[in-house]
């Protein structure tokens, strides 16, 4: 079974670093896409990118480069979001998704919530 | 970045009718684009890819066409579990662009 399971939720100041985690299971995890998805709160939903485990080649939306990094451990089979310094503007439920090769999201991860405020 | 608009922005309707949900996109994007569903509180659950290709275990009452800009979702005959929000996205061009959502509401 193709489980994508998230890292709990987190709550923040602002300024202060975060790094969220996505652990693949149940398929090949280094032979797909596996991206990020953000809502904020009564909001629709924002692709953010996406990450190839297999060889870490990563693909940021505009909106969302320099403002956090993708990563990956095939290791241990996750793939990572973080930042450096958060705002009070990244309070946000943070999905991960498996990604076909066509790159459709076929499987969910269960949400991160992260709250920045001071 | 393309961009995705839906129609309407929120629609009520009743156990039993057909509705649609239309998805306009800012360029052609030929069949890429990707239904969602997400009930409140969830993650979004993947329906249809490829404009009309159905996922496995969704129900047929679910269906989907449209190429180039301009793309439909049908539900055939609205069950008390398909009151949800739906989501188009367009797989054309990074970034992945969403459309803003349509919300299903019981009337």
């Known amino acids: 079974e193709v489980q994508l399971v998230q890292s709990g939720a987190e709550v923040k100041e602002p300024g202060e670093s975060l790094k969220i985690s996505c652990k693949g299971s149940?398929?090949?995890?280094?032979?797909?896409?596996i991206g990020w998805v953000r809502q904020m709160p009564g909001k629709g939903l924002e692709w953010m990118g996406i990450?190839?485990?297999?060889?870490?080649?990563?693909r940021y939306s505009p909106s969302f480069q320099g403002q956090v990094t993708i990563s990956v451990d095939k290791s241990i089979s996750t793939v990572f979001l973080q930042w450096s310094s958060l705002k009070a503007s990244d309070t946000a439920i943070y999905y991960c998704?498996?990604?076909?090769?066509?790159?459709?999201?076929?499987?969910w991860g269960q949400g991160t919530l992260v709250t920045v405020s001071s | 970045d393309i961009q995705m608009t839906q129609s309407p922005s929120s629609l009520s309707a009743s156990v039993g009718d057909r509705v649609s949900f239309t998805c306009r996109a800012s360029?052609?994007?030929?069949?890429?684009l990707n239904w969602y569903q997400q009930k409140l509180g969830k993650a979004p659950k993947l329906l249809m890819s490829a404009a009309s290709s159905l996922q496995s275990g969704v129900p047929s009452r679910f269906s989907g066409s449209g190429s180039g800009t301009d793309f439909t979702l049908t539900i055939s005959s609205l069950q008390p579990e398909d009151f949800a929000t739906y989501y188009c996205?367009?797989?054309?061009?990074?970034?992945?662009?969403f459309g803003q959502g349509t919300q299903l509401e019981i009337k």
């Open positions: 149940g398929y090949s995890f280094t032979n797909y896409w």
């Open positions: 360029q052609s994007i030929s069949t890429y």
């Open positions: 996205q367009q797989t054309y061009n990074i970034p992945y662009t």
């Open positions: 998704a498996r990604h076909t090769t066509a790159h459709w999201a076929d499987y």
């Open positions: 990450i190839y485990p297999h060889d870490s080649d990563t």
